[in-house]
């Protein structure tokens, strides 16, 4: 089979090369050339452990190509994979769907026979319709199905999840549709992967609804944190008799400064805002929205309550900048928050991240990047973990004591043992616990 992925970004990029070792014939389609020409040099515009190497072995077999041509993308293709970037709308908070649009509107013309248009992006209930009805203005009469196909993957273990997925979801009303997309997804059936049939409304709806009950659950182990430090309780205790309960799960439960990242922020208000155009307001995901909003000006200001009474001048060793480790996006990261709310109270802040790249640009100028981890911590009156980058766990309280000025740490991951952190000297506090 041969596919076209339209959109070389996190989702197109990494499901063309999942789907490419799975043996179909892919080429990747982006607006960009300079992408374009640094994925065919072997450049990744995004870091995902291992990506590079997949990406790699399949252009080297000749299964995963790469172009800024439409029409050379869609031609002779059983399938093309809508993976655009679809933001929050400026001004009401929607999903911008008109690079989806866009896109189905140029694949239909360039179609050159039967042809299987499927969304990956996520989006709204109702685009898949919308779809459907620009192919039918755009090219009435022609052989082209509509299906959507939302994707499930982690940033950080998105070819894991690819490869090894829960489920996969196909919502399609067109058995050649249908029966395209599982054959597509035929070698999973090996790991016995369930694969869901049903109409496009619902696998619209999956894909949003599971992200905003995740983000619901981060925020409400958030707000039991914060009532553990009132009490006395530790939250670590609390999530795990909590997640040992089948019907609750212990996934998604770790306390921290908030969620970010490219789909739990931008959907759950774009799942809001579509409830409430359709007349039932979801309140608990409003809450979750709010709620996540507020927890980083808090960690912000436990950041400046911790530094004394005059935070001016004080200087502050920043661990972990991107949204959560193993991953280079900083869409919505807490630290977009918290970092400048610290400069504007005079507070010097140098930051270590292992994949700085995107962070350079999307933090203040003042924000001072260092190499290491014990560099960011040299001379600082306190260190603050954001993201749960693996080596910050291996930093020896000796070392990082020797390093800085103060004794101030503020773990807002929880990376650290309180008790090794206290005997080293430092005065330390986290997340929920006493």
């Avoid at 996520?122 to 755009?138: D, K, L, M, S, Y």
């Avoid at 998604?252 to 490219?262: A, D, E, K, T, V």
């Avoid at 043992?417 to 430092?426: S, T």
Wanted: hydrophobic share 45%; proline share 6%; glycine share 10%.
């Amino acid at each position: 089979m041969r596919i076209a992925m339209i959109g070389a970004g996190y989702v197109g990029l990494v499901s063309g090369a999942c789907f490419a070792e799975f043996g179909v014939d892919v080429t990747v389609m982006d607006v960009d050339p300079d992408k374009i020409a640094g994925l065919r040099a072997g450049r990744m515009p995004i870091y995902e452990p291992g990506l590079d190497k997949l990406v790699a072995e399949n252009v080297k077999n000749g299964r995963l190509t790469f172009t800024a041509d439409m029409d050379a993308a869609v031609k002779g293709a059983d399938a093309v994979f809508l993976a655009v970037g679809t933001p929050t709308r400026r001004g009401d908070g929607h999903a911008d769907l008109t690079y989806v649009y866009a896109a189905a509107e140029q694949v239909a013309r360039a179609a050159d026979g039967p042809l299987v248009i499927v969304t990956k992006s996520t989006v709204p209930v109702g685009t898949g319709r919308e779809v459907q009805a620009i192919v039918r203005r755009v090219r009435p009469g022609a052989q082209i199905a509509v299906a959507s196909n939302p994707e499930f993957l982690r940033e950080g273990s998105a070819i894991g999840d690819f490869m090894r997925p829960d489920r996969v979801v196909i919502g399609a009303d067109d058995d050649r549709a249908l029966a395209v997309l599982k054959q597509l997804y035929r070698p999973l059936y090996l790991i016995e992967t369930p694969v869901l049939a049903v109409s496009i409304e619902s696998a619209e709806l999956i894909k949003y609804a599971a992200n905003a009950f995740l983000a619901t659950k981060i925020t409400f182990i958030n707000e039991i944190a914060d009532l553990c430090e009132r009490v006395g309780a530790d939250v670590h205790d609390v999530a795990r008799g909590m997640g040992l309960d089948g019907r609750i799960g212990r996934k998604f439960l770790h306390p921290g400064p908030g969620y970010g990242g490219s789909c739990f922020p931008k959907d759950t208000l774009a799942l809001a805002r579509t409830a409430q155009d359709a007349g039932v307001p979801i309140r608990l995901v409003e809450a979750t929205i709010a709620v996540n909003e507020a927890r980083k000006a808090q960690m912000a200001d436990r950041i400046l309550a911790a530094l004394g009474a005059s935070p001016a001048g004080k200087r502050v060793g920043v661990l972990g900048v991107t949204f959560k480790p193993e991953t280079d996006d900083m869409r919505d990261a807490p630290s977009l928050v918290i970092l400048p709310r610290l400069i504007a109270a005079g507070v010097e802040v140098r930051a270590f991240d292992p994949q700085p790249g995107h962070a350079r640009q999307a933090l203040p100028a003042a924000v001072g990047f260092t190499a290491t981890a014990l560099e960011a911590a040299h001379g600082a009156d306190a260190v603050v973990v954001l993201t749960e980058w693996n080596e910050f766990r291996a930093l020896a309280p000796a070392r990082l004591k020797s390093a800085m000025k103060g004794d101030v740490i503020l773990d807002l991951r929880n990376v650290w043992d309180p008790a090794a952190m206290r005997a080293a000297g430092f005065a330390y506090s986290s997340i929920g616990r006493p």
